[in-house]
């Protein structure tokens, strides 16, 4: 009740403003709140497909299986990672697949081995003028889980005619093998082929835990050998080309990702006889801090520059949305009104929640020794996504404030990062530190010559190829959006300035149990890829 009051007032309030503005132009500048201009410009169509050629590859029956059963062959290879594994061994089982299913990319590449795993294919391109483009995929899955829970061995790359089963066939091997398979083509119809611009492939091994090995020795032989703001634009997993949502498709283009910080918050207190307990332990103690900790949610924001509002703006002007949703966020940039009434509309719904907000996980727990001594330590590590517009400060001035209160109350010493906020005392201390810490990404911009260019492809491949006729009363919407989660393009933000996070296809990914048990993949989104 209280929260439709305050969007009420809100509400009442934006409508005083507008009024405002109409019979007082002098005194507030309503050109912003009316202008006509689109914040979400369609891009022309740009295409280069041979149309016989493209619906084969779409269409034909022996090419759908074929390009299945080779799929299938890159799942049945184990290349499952976790973060202790020391030996990669195995990823050379993967690499032989590649050699032996792709013999023609191997023959017209310059093909790099990055830290004995990591893979990078380099195209030449013909005119040096032209900065290359970078497509990348990972070649590492994320471990099974319970195996009873699978219907077919997440091993087994089965093949229903329709779905594609396995672990990797969503994450991400059907990006992988369809870039393969895309060159392949290219170089069968024409051996003597030669590009215009250069196409550098690049295929870390570790991506699910971190990438450090892979992707980020990837990154750094590329920048030694092309320079700082070599390529033109970077393309990697992310949201899917066309996915239909509540009527409307969307061809989702991840601009932005989220940042990423693990907290340890650690409670060090006397220890001794469970028999003579002190009134709270260290357990207890902890367990105060984050129990409040975990019911202050962060703050919902949306600054300008953050892509969830250019996708509002996007369905705001091309689909059906109801006046109040399409009034708010047409105001939103100019109205700070409008904009707080957007923000307490999507920080309620839970698909949207978390593109504006910081995320916290309380995911690791430890402390105790003994079922009669008390806890000397107890420590938990929190996880969070950082929303664009918060940072590593937001993340610890909540952590200090709830840690503080602990600590006045129990006369407990605070260090952060190791730095001495309340002096230690004999009842102990409470130390928070940063244990990783990923900045939000650089933001790349949109609507400019390389968005038009990717984005045009996209519309003249989804709406003249593959859903011809589908488009002209259902809007295929192409929009920027934010990531929560991180690829391997966390490590390459020295190369280009226009890092997109997108992949053709209509699987929904979470749909699909990405990381999860009975993962698949579409054979359609697969052959799009191709």
Excluded at 413 to 418: C, E, K, S
Excluded at 442 to 464: A, C, K, Q, S, V
Aim: charged letters at 20%.
């Amino acid at each position: 009740m209280a929260s439709t009051k305050f969007v009420i007032l809100q509400l009442v309030g934006l409508l005083l403003a507008i009024s405002i503005a109409v019979f007082q132009p002098t005194a507030v500048n309503i050109s912003p709140l009316f202008s006509n201009e689109s914040k979400c410009p369609v891009p022309e169509y740009v295409g280069t497909f041979d149309h016989n050629d493209t619906q084969f590859l779409l269409h034909d029956k022996s090419f759908r299986k074929f390009a299945a059963e080779r799929l299938s062959r890159a799942i049945q290879i184990d290349t499952v990672v976790d973060e202790h594994m020391t030996d990669f061994s195995k990823f050379i089982d993967f690499h032989n697949y590649l050699q032996t299913e792709f013999p023609l990319v191997y023959q017209n590449a310059i093909v790099t081995k990055i830290n004995n795993y990591g893979l990078v294919y380099e195209f030449k391109g013909t005119d040096s003028s032209l900065k290359p483009i970078l497509m990348m995929a990972h070649q590492d899955t994320v471990p099974f889980g319970d195996l009873s829970e699978w219907e077919y061995h997440p091993l087994s790359g089965h093949f229903d005619d329709e779905i594609i089963y396995g672990r990797g066939s969503n994450d991400i091997k059907g990006l992988l093998v369809g870039l393969m398979g895309a060159m392949t083509e290219i170089y069968q119809k024409n051996p003597n082929h030669k590009l215009n611009r250069t196409v550098i492939f690049a295929f870390g091994y570790d991506e699910e835990i971190s990438g450090d090995l892979g992707a980020k020795n990837i990154a750094n032989y590329l920048f030694e050998k092309y320079g700082p703001d070599s390529i033109d634009h970077i393309l990697d997993e992310g949201a899917p080309m066309c996915i239909g949502v509540n009527k409307n498709y969307y061809g989702f283009v991840v601009t932005a990702e989220k940042g990423y910080l693990d907290l340890a918050i650690e409670v060090n207190a006397p220890s001794g006889h469970s028999s003579n307990p002190t009134d709270k332990t260290s357990i207890g103690l902890l367990s105060e801090i984050l129990s409040s900790y975990e019911k202050d949610k962060f703050k919902p924001i949306i600054p300008d520059e953050n892509p969830m509002l250019n996708l509002f703006e996007c369905v705001s002007e091309q689909s059906k949305l109801p006046f109040f949703y399409k009034l708010i966020t047409k105001l939103s940039r100019a109205n700070e009104l409008a904009k707080n009434l957007l923000i307490n509309k999507l920080a309620n719904v839970s698909l949207f929640e978390y593109t504006i907000r910081t995320s916290q996980a309380i995911d690791v727990i430890s402390g105790g020794t003994k079922y009669n001594a008390l806890p000397y330590n107890a420590t938990a590590v929190i996880n969070h996504r950082i929303a664009v517009g918060d940072n590593e400060d937001t993340v610890l001035s909540k952590a200090v404030k709830h840690s503080k209160t602990v600590a006045i109350e129990s006369n407990l010493g605070l260090l952060v990062n190791d730095k001495v906020l309340i002096e230690p005392t004999k009842n102990g201390v409470i130390k928070i530190r940063t244990l990783y810490y990923l900045p939000v990404a650089p933001i790349t911009p949109i609507f400019d010559d390389i968005w038009n260019r990717l984005t045009g492809f996209m519309r003249n491949f989804y709406e003249r190829e593959v859903f011809p006729g589908k488009f002209i009363d259902t809007p295929y919407i192409i929009t920027p959006t934010t990531m929560q989660g991180n690829t391997d393009t966390r490590h390459y933000w020295k190369l280009s300035t226009h890092i997109y996070r997108s992949q053709p296809g209509i699987t929904n990914l979470f749909e699909a149990h990405m990381h999860g048990t009975n993962e698949y993949v579409h054979i359609d989104s697969h052959l799009q890829v191709i």
